[in-house]
């Protein structure tokens, strides 16, 4: 077919996801229509569909259903579906050990819905994910979700639940939640019961859409690399069914490249108060200083910097100070069209190719330029 037809539908939408199927439908040809708030309108006819959380039975109300070729991120494959979804356990993985780096045992999840089931073994659901990964340590996690089961909830009802769930917290406290929506909330709600973020909450989202990531001239940290890549990966799939392939027999996973900080999680939770001057002069100084004049500052030798670290933040000293180069690296990549030259020096690297080695071997291969074009960006030349 020459101009495939094709309508994106999401209950859930993120503007990088749309931007990754847009770019990969303007390859291919396709002539597409958008749907508001996960809509499939019955009489819709066409040659594709690409959406998100839809149900079975929404699916089987369309025109000529069992011929259409679908994409979705909830479905188990097969017939005339295929499913291309988060790596939810990778996305655990990566918010656990972030959170320990900052000295966090655990952690509490907001979400606006909870969708308690699995495909293939990968859970749909974020917050089911963090669940389970902590639960295998014997670490219980606490989880609101702000929408009732059978109706949406009001704004005024979601800020009443959240008000009071900050409230009977303990502090300092780590969130995960679902939406730069959420952020916002829940910055709201614990200025209202007198809470600070960072101080008392912080705040890390599952989202990068960092046009929204800010409540004021507050800045939030998030998980990356994911939802333009999932577009990507949405419109491939598709497009290789409508060239007659059968659909992927699994799942196909896309898992986040990394964990961006900002002003929503620069805390740590930890006792020891020489650790916690180590570790905030490096944040001020990391382009410019190395761990020994951060033991020094704190009046500590270096080895018992590096024993502190290991106790209280499950890693090294020489790694947060690898970490703090390489977070305002990816900011840099996501945010500039600066040349890797112009980046690393702005990172504390002697040069691109030092640069370069430090960002692939953080991210499994995956070098600076490819980062750039998951965040939509082509590399300068």
Avoid at 267 to 274: E, F, G, M, T
């Amino acid at each position: 077919m020459e101009h495939p037809q094709v309508l994106c539908s999401f209950m859930a939408p993120s503007q990088k996801l749309l931007e990754g199927i847009v770019a990969r439908g303007k390859q291919y040809g396709w002539q597409m229509e958008f749907g508001s708030n996960g809509e499939l309108p019955s009489g819709w006819y066409g040659d594709g569909i690409i959406c998100d959380y839809q149900t079975k039975r929404e699916l089987s109300r369309l025109k000529n259903a069992d011929k259409l070729k679908i994409v979705t991120r909830n479905q188990v494959p097969g017939g005339n579906i295929g499913t291309v979804m988060p790596n939810q356990w990778e996305a655990a993985r990566l918010v656990k050990e972030y959170f320990a780096r900052l000295g966090f045992e655990r952690l509490s999840i907001v979400c606006l819905r909870y969708y308690d089931y699995d495909v293939c073994g990968c859970p749909i659901s974020p917050a089911r994910a963090l669940q389970e990964v902590y639960s295998r340590e014997g670490i219980p996690i606490e989880c609101l979700v702000l929408h009732n089961k059978t109706r949406e909830s009001s704004y005024g009802q979601m800020m009443t639940r959240l008000r009071r769930f900050l409230a009977a917290s303990s502090h300092p406290k780590a969130i995960y939640c679902s939406t730069p929506t959420t952020s916002a909330m829940i910055y709201r709600a614990a200025m209202a019961e007198g809470l600070r973020v960072p101080e008392d909450i912080a705040i890390l989202s599952n989202t990068e859409q960092t046009e929204e990531l800010a409540y004021g001239n507050f800045t939030f940290s998030y998980v990356s690399g994911e939802h333009i890549v999932l577009g990507q990966r949405m419109a491939e799939t598709l497009q290789s069914m409508l060239q007659g392939n059968p659909p992927p027999a699994r799942p196909v996973l896309v898992a986040p490249s990394s964990i961006v900080s900002a002003a929503s999680t620069d805390i740590l939770a930890v006792p020891d108060s020489r650790l916690l001057e180590a570790v905030r002069f490096l944040r001020k100084h990391y382009m410019e200083a190395g761990v020994a004049q951060a033991a020094r500052h704190a009046g500590l030798s270096v080895s018992m910097l590096q024993q502190l670290t290991k106790k209280h933040l499950r890693t090294s000293i020489g790694q947060i100070l690898v970490e703090l180069k390489l977070n305002r690296v990816r900011q840099l990549l996501e945010r500039t069209d600066d040349s890797l030259n112009r980046i690393a020096k702005q990172t504390g690297y002697s040069s691109a190719v030092s640069l370069s080695l430090a960002f692939k071997h953080a991210h499994n291969g995956l070098t600076p330029g490819a980062y750039r074009e998951r965040h939509g960006h082509s590399s300068p030349q």
